[in-house]
């Protein structure tokens, strides 16, 4: 079997493989966040927290409940995504007329509190979530795991639905006129308030569902959100704040940037994302797939 610069096709593909896993999740939590950006305006940075609590409750559903991986893949999503439309009826609403430096603010202490109560109970170490997908395929070239293969599908698959609804659909349209127009959008009998409300809550949803598919390929804590959230804000800065597309090929993208810099020069893996966060940001502020204002 051949190799690139000295370097074994096993590993080469390994790398590419995690790079897609991390993708997946890069561009699912930066499309809940370009959703929420997008058409509500507000710098959700309780996004990470969000995800760590769909991890959460997939594993409290199966170790208190007895609920399956793929019960907890429908339940976890849809609890979480009420508790994110309880946040944003008591507290976010409030602050739309405001800079967004309030949201940020609000949301980043919001995500701070939510993380210290499920350390406090938890502890800081991770707990483990079984495979619902054991096993994989030889490819001969490197050996995929079938779990994984399905988190990289079923993330496609969410994140082109979620782009055809917001760009390609009727829904789509009031959505996106509800932010630029909320009167007009309103003189037309649909309730704005409930639409932003509902909107947020799939936001939050999508974080949710990324975080159940990370609970069984990475280990459930309390920290999972915090460590991935900057990278993820890095993400849609360089596809551009509030573009939908540009979140998901971004996210993919850079997921499999990043797993080939771990194959080439390591130790440039953690920071190769801001490195070009700061080119994009010199070249094209706006970002990749974004557009000035």
């Given amino acids: 079997m051949f190799e690139l610069l000295g370097i074994p096709p096993q590993a080469l593909f390994g790398q590419l493989l995690l790079g897609l896993i991390n993708g997946a999740f890069y561009a699912m939590l930066s499309l809940g966040l370009a959703v929420i950006f997008g058409l509500l305006n507000v710098i ?30 429908v339940l976890s999503p849809i609890i979480v995504a009420i508790i994110g439309m309880a946040i944003e009826k008591t507290l976010l609403k409030r602050l739309y007329h405001l800079d967004h430096l309030y949201g940020l603010l609000l949301t980043f202490g919001l995500g701070l509190i939510i993380e210290g109560l499920f350390r406090r109970q938890y502890g800081s170490s991770g707990l483990p979530y079984n495979n619902p997908l054991p096993g994989g395929t030889n490819l001969g070239f490197m050996f995929l795991p079938n779990y994984r293969a399905f988190v990289v599908v079923a993330s496609l698959v969410v994140c082109i639905a979620t782009w055809y609804v917001i760009e390609r659909t009727k829904l789509g349209s009031y959505l996106r006129a509800a932010t630029e127009r909320p009167d007009l ?38 920290t999972m959100g915090s460590n991935l959230i900057i990278v ?14 540009g979140a998901i090929i971004t996210g993919f993208g850079l997921g499999v940037i990043e797993g080939l810099t771990k194959v080439f ?25 974004g557009t000035a204002k």
């Fill in 44 to 73: 959700n940075f309780t996004h990470g927290a969000q995800y760590m609590m769909g991890a959460f409750g997939a594993w409290m559903l199966l170790n208190y409940l007895g609920i399956p991986f793929w019960g907890a893949l």
């Fill in 185 to 222: 959008v309103q003189a037309f009998g649909i309730d704005v308030p409930r639409m932003i409300t509902l909107t947020y809550g799939f936001g939050v949803g999508l974080a949710a569902l990324a975080g159940v598919l990370a609970a069984p390929a990475y280990q459930v804590s309390p």
């Fill in 232 to 245: 993820v804000f890095a993400v849609v800065v360089i596809g551009g704040m509030g573009s939908i597309m």
């Fill in 265 to 289: 020069y390591p130790e440039a893996s953690s920071t190769v994302i801001f490195v070009i966060m700061a080119l994009v940001l010199m070249v094209k502020p706006a970002g990749l797939f």
